[in-house]
């Protein structure tokens, strides 16, 4: 599998030829497995641990790979990917985790930003003992999101963190050793460490408080440390999320840094707002002001259904959404975004990472 290319908005930095990724500037890794919202989050694993025999601790989110899904049943909605899935298996997925792992322990390291190794390209890449996925989130029980078969692939000891009604579903498979509902996240991100989480990593549900079980637009925080206790976070939010909501990560104490908002650009409606676009992102953004913000869960997938017949979805641009933010601006009194920190792209620091592609999170 060759890498794909990477779009972005010209004001991004251009990736530089094997960055050093190795102790002490080892960053957080981030691979886009499928053209949907698959991700593979790789942490680096702090040097206060000795006795870790790998570099990075691996968290793979919302795992959907290959074959259909369907909700409710498959005359109201069945859906496959458009396109094949850079990973077919969990498999691959752990082929990829030992490459990732031989190669950034290479002197220099030989990681490339934008790039994914082939599930096939290292068979020399040493094994971890154990498994090799340390974590699994599911962010809904969706079967976009908490995908059976997929999950089913992955070994019984991975602890999974998953959304209220997904972590009861899969508990009901009797197939996973620890199923654990994400903790709502209540202002100090080390709260949310859980065992068996190593205490430098902590995973919770950023949501309103009266949400309901869906928690529909509602994000998963993945916070970390290298060290100390502010520390930064992966904020991911396949439908999005009220800008209101996300406001308590901003005040966090102690203090953590957006390192990367996974939040798409497509408005989708069915009846009711299902995924709230460009528009909403650019809102968030403002508010957490990522070091990255990235696009997840825009595929157009190829299916049918009832609810393809009154599926609306509206595809806008960055460019399209800052007008209509500004627009928004001067009718409410606000002003001119002239001037602003948001007044061009080149502040959104916005990136696309295609389907089998690895983004160095510096």
Request: one cysteine or more.
């Amino acid at each position: 599998m060759a890498p794909t290319a990477t779009k972005e908005n010209e004001s991004t930095p251009q990736p530089q030829s094997k960055p050093h990724v190795g102790t002490p500037t080892r960053r957080p890794l981030l691979a886009h497995l499928n053209a949907d919202t698959t991700w593979l989050l790789s942490l680096p694993i702090p040097s206060s641990e000795p006795t870790s025999i790998h570099l990075y601790y691996h968290v793979l989110i919302d795992p959907w790979l290959r074959g259909g899904q369907s909700d409710v049943a498959r005359f109201f909605s069945q859906q496959w990917h458009a396109t094949p899935s850079a990973c077919q298996s969990i498999e691959d997925v752990e082929s990829i985790i030992r490459s990732i792992e031989a190669v950034a322990a290479e002197d220099p390291p030989g990681l490339v930003d934008g790039e994914l190794l082939s599930p096939k390209q290292d068979p020399h890449a040493p094994n971890k003992n154990g498994n090799y996925i340390d974590a699994v989130v599911v962010s809904h029980e969706f079967t976009d999101h908490m995908h059976k078969d997929t999950l089913m692939e992955i070994p019984p000891q991975v602890p999974i963190f998953a959304s209220t009604k997904a972590a009861d579903i899969i508990r009901g498979w009797k197939r996973f050793d620890t199923v654990l509902e994400i903790p709502r996240f209540e202002g100090d991100w080390r709260k949310s460490s859980i065992s068996p989480l190593p205490e430098w990593l902590g995973i919770s549900r950023v949501a309103y408080a009266g949400a309901d079980m869906l928690y529909y637009h509602s994000a998963v925080m993945i916070a970390f440390s290298s060290g100390g206790v502010e520390g930064e976070a992966v904020i991911y939010t396949p439908h999005g999320i009220s800008p209101d909501d996300v406001a308590p990560v901003a005040a966090a104490e102690p203090k953590l840094r957006t390192l990367a908002l996974l939040h798409g650009l497509q408005d989708i409606q069915l009846g009711a707002q299902l995924n709230m676009g460009a528009h909403n992102g650019l809102k968030v953004q403002r508010l957490l002001r990522a070091r990255y913000w990235i696009g997840t869960h825009d595929e157009v997938k190829t299916g049918g259904g009832i609810v393809s017949w009154f599926l609306n979805r509206k595809m806008f641009s960055l460019p399209e959404a800052i007008e209509r933010e500004k627009v928004e601006r001067e009718a409410d009194g606000r002003g001119s975004m002239k001037g602003t920190e948001f007044d061009s792209l080149a502040d959104l620091r916005f990136r696309e990472v295609e389907n089998g592609q690895l983004v160095i999170l510096e």
